[in-house]
């Protein structure tokens, strides 16, 4: 086991020490990462031999450096020294514009280390025969049409499987090509390669891009797949699911997998729908039919002969839709490949430059940071909490016919509540309200408010305490930066003059690690003005509130209990 998580580790790493040139007869390539972590597409599993549309566009590749039909690329794996498959569906040099789909052998789980190169820029390149739509589909891949036929006649990857006649297409589809219906379907003839016998596992899956949604999607013999006024539909014999909406107008993908005795139907990545299978499941045979009915797009029919699994879906759906936080390009030429694998960065050399009394400065900066950040959060949520309990009693409080009455719920966190428990405590000393008692005074009513005022302000002590630790941040970041950055200026020109060697190569890191203290101080002290205004803010508005309590709480005691 632990072997196993060793190799998966140098796996990972592969591509962060990739530094050479697979052949320098290539003079450029375009980089392309899978982030599978949580902060790109999430995968929790292992997938093998997943086919990835890669796009090339004049911001990633250098289609004027590259042979004009694309036949000098290659691809390789984050290695850069593992050949992959790959197929071209389309190149336009003209454009700027390009597909290349490859098979990926392996997509680790949690990692944006998923790396592999699209090499160009070859003029004495060979055409690679084996760039074939059936280079880049799976064991499982029963067939998979791309619909980029240039006579119109949609073939599988192998181009055994053909429709009876040609279709309309849309250039510039979902990814490449896309097959353009007005209701009359595509028929593929009946074929065993096609045939799923009873209670077999397969998934059917293809993106559609309706003009009207409404029309029979898919249908093979007792299995169909529909589409009206929005709704998704899918039927096994007697079985019917109901799958959620699709909207015209709009790309979607949808599969449908049977296995485990469940058929699932998944929009967009994501599950929509899943029913128990009846057993046996009725055997699927017959021609394959797609768009009866049915006015827009289809693109990327693929029919497995497995269930494929959720995380296989969504890294498909992901891919295929061109999503941003799965799927990163560059370009690399020779000299920025070495470059980036024998620089530290930007930071690291401001990093590497720091001097000792610049690392003093910038730790206590962190220190206070993290103390501004503490109270922050601490004072926050006192505050929150005071001021929603407030608002509970004060509600109360209002709707009571007698202040001195209430339900006697508590309101531990509230500090208008605590007010009233000092005024009522006051109250209850001079008897108020009992039976024979005679009406309080005004010099009485004063000694009441009086007590209420001076917890008042014990109250804006506890409400604001520590708040000078944000104003000590506030004030004092950016000098203590300013102080680094002053020192460590002073230090660079010592040192220059100590060594005679006056050039802006032994000036910069220095200067630059210096001003690098100053960040640090703005650093701090500028979340910590965002948070100081923002609790001064809400302390206020609590503040204002106590007083307007006293002044509400004495008037009605008064009114009820004071002499007339």
């Known amino acids: 086991m632990n072997i196993a998580r060793t190799l998966i580790g140098l796996t990972i790493l592969l591509p962060a020490v990739a530094s050479a040139w697979w052949n320098n007869d290539w003079k450029e390539r375009t980089a392309v990462s899978l982030n599978t972590s949580s902060a790109g597409v999430p995968v929790k599993e292992t997938l093998t031999n997943v086919a990835i549309p890669v796009r090339l566009h004049s911001g990633n590749f250098d289609f004027i450096g590259a042979k004009p039909d694309g036949s000098d690329l290659r691809v390789l794996a984050g290695d850069d020294k593992t050949p992959l498959k790959f197929w071209i569906e389309r190149f336009d040099s003209v454009n700027e514009l390009g597909v290349v789909w490859v098979l990926v052998p392996s997509t680790l789980p949690g990692t944006d280390k998923n790396t592999l190169y699209v090499y160009a820029g070859n003029d004495k390149a060979p055409v690679d025969t084996g760039s074939t739509p059936a280079a880049v589909a799976d064991a499982a891949t029963l067939a998979a049409f791309h619909f980029a036929e240039k006579d119109g006649v949609a073939a599988d990857q192998t181009g055994q499987i053909k429709a009876g006649a040609a ?65 998704l539909n899918v039927s096994l014999g007697a079985l019917a699911v109901a799958a959620g909406d699709v909207a015209a107008a709009t790309w979607t993908q949808v599969a ?23 057993r046996p499941s009725p055997a699927i045979d017959g021609p394959v039919e797609v768009g009866e009915g049915y006015t827009g797009l289809i693109d990327e029919l693929d029919l497995a002969g497995v269930a494929r699994s959720a995380d296989y879906l969504t890294l498909d759906y992901s891919a295929e839709s061109a999503d941003a936080k799965l799927i990163a390009t560059k370009t690399e030429t020779p000299d920025s490949a070495e470059s980036a694998a024998s620089s530290p960065g930007y930071f690291g050399i401001l990093v590497k430059s720091l001097t000792p009394d610049a690392w003093t400065i910038i730790g206590i900066l962190g220190l206070m940071l993290l103390v501004a950040i503490a109270v922050m959060i601490t004072k926050g949520l006192y505050v929150a909490r005071t001021d929603k309990a407030n608002q509970r009693f004060l509600k109360e409080f209002r709707a009571a016919d007698d202040v001195l009455k209430l339900t006697g719920k508590q309101y531990g966190n509230s500090s208008i509540y605590r007010l009233y428990q000092a005024g009522l405590q006051e109250l209850m000393k001079r008897r108020v309200g009992q039976t024979g008692r005679a009406p309080l005074s005004g010099a009485s009513m004063d000694a009441v408010k009086a007590t209420i005022d001076a917890d008042s302000v014990r109250e804006g002590y506890a409400l604001n305490a520590q708040m000078v630790l944000l104003t000590i941040a506030i004030a004092g970041g950016p000098f203590l930066g300013l102080l680094g950055t002053v020192v460590g200026v002073m230090i660079t020109f010592a040192s220059i003059a100590a060594a005679g060697d006056v050039n802006v190569n032994a000036i910069a890191p220095g200067i630059a690690a210096a001003l690098l203290a100053t960040v640090a101080g703005l650093s701090v002290a500028i979340p910590s003005l965002f948070g100081y205004n923002y609790l001064a803010s809400r302390i206020k508005t609590i503040t204002s509130d106590m007083q307007i309590f006293v002044d509400e709480f004495v008037t009605r005691v008064a009114e009820t209990y004071g002499a007339p």
């Open 256 to 278: 449908v997998t049977s296995g485990a005795g469940k058929l699932s139907v998944t929009v967009n990545g994501a599950p929509a729908a899943q029913a128990d299978l009846p």
């Open 167 to 231: 279709t309309a297409v849309e250039v510039n589809g979902l990814i490449g090509q896309s097959a353009r219906l007005a209701g009359t379907p595509i028929v593929w003839p009946a074929t065993d390669k096609l045939k799923f016998a009873a209670d077999a596992a397969f998934t059917v899956s293809f993106w559609l891009r309706p003009d009207v949604a409404s029309g029979t999607l898919y249908s093979q013999g007792p299995f169909k797949i529909t589409l009206a006024a929005g709704k």
